[in-house]
């Protein structure tokens, strides 16, 4: 893009899992996930509107290697609602790892959307469980404000943040992702793959800086 894009008040900066365990030393940790949360904070600065998500799991959550016993993280099953990639123990409710990170302040974010704390259903996106059905009322809440434009920022670029972007394209919401405010984990190309969905899907993605 070569202009750089004005920031209104139909535009909300939405903010995905920026929380400890998808950080250095955390229970899931997305490589250099802590360097987001500055680069956020500050380009929050320029949005009256923004909502955070929160990964929220009780203990033993069905997305979990240690529930399935002799399964590893990182291995993939197919479960009730579709193809589910079984993680490390992280963002246990309650906990310091479920926290969002100590660098990202934004005093002003209006809403927070908590996710996967139903314990057989993940939630990657901050739209839809995993099932791609069962909503978390976002779109209910941007509609209602006469947001329509979502600017996506956070972890993981490739897990949370691309399902919440396609969701947000496919509720005709125009979609930006942020790329440098999102480090992704990676997973047999799944960095790549996601640009490829994004692009075919609408969705654009920039660099902070083309953000006035």
């Known amino acids: 893009m070569t202009d750089r894009l004005a920031i209104g008040a139909a535009d909300v900066l939405l903010v995905v899992d920026v929380q400890n365990d998808f950080c250095p030393g955390g229970g899931l940790a997305v490589p ?8 956020i ?3 929050a600065e320029r949005f009256q509107n923004v909502v ?3 990964d929220w799991h009780p203990p033993g959550h069905h997305s979990f290697a240690s529930t399935h016993p ?5 291995e993939a099953l197919v479960l009730a609602y579709g193809a589910q990639v079984l993680w ?3 963002c246990l409710q309650e906990t310091t790892g479920a926290e969002f990170h100590a660098d990202l ?5 209006a809403a927070v959307i908590r996710k996967g704390f139903r314990p ?4 990657y996106s901050a739209f839809y469980e995993n099932d791609g059905a069962t909503p978390t009322g976002l779109v209910g809440y941007l509609r209602e404000r006469g947001l329509t434009r979502v600017f996506v920022t ?4 490739d897990f949370c943040v691309r399902y919440s972007a396609e969701d947000a394209c496919r509720e005709g919401f125009s979609v930006i992702v942020v790329e440098d405010a999102c480090r992704g984990i990676d997973i047999e190309g799944s960095v790549a793959a996601t640009r490829r969905s994004l692009a075919a899907k609408g969705a654009v993605c920039i660099a902070s800086d083309a953000i006035a």
């Not at 250099?32 to 680069?39: L, S």
């Not at 302040?105 to 974010?109: E, L, Q």
Request: no cysteine; hydrophobic share 35%.
């Open 52 to 54: 955070l998500t929160q």
């Open 105 to 109: 302040r934004i005093p002003h974010a």
């Open 154 to 157: 956070g972890l993981a670029f």
């Open 88 to 90: 490390p123990d992280h």
């Open 120 to 123: 057989l259903i993940d939630s």
């Open 32 to 39: 250099r996930g802590h360097e987001v949360a500055p680069i």
């Open 70 to 74: 002799g399964r590893q993280p990182f």
């Open 41 to 43: 904070s500050r380009l």
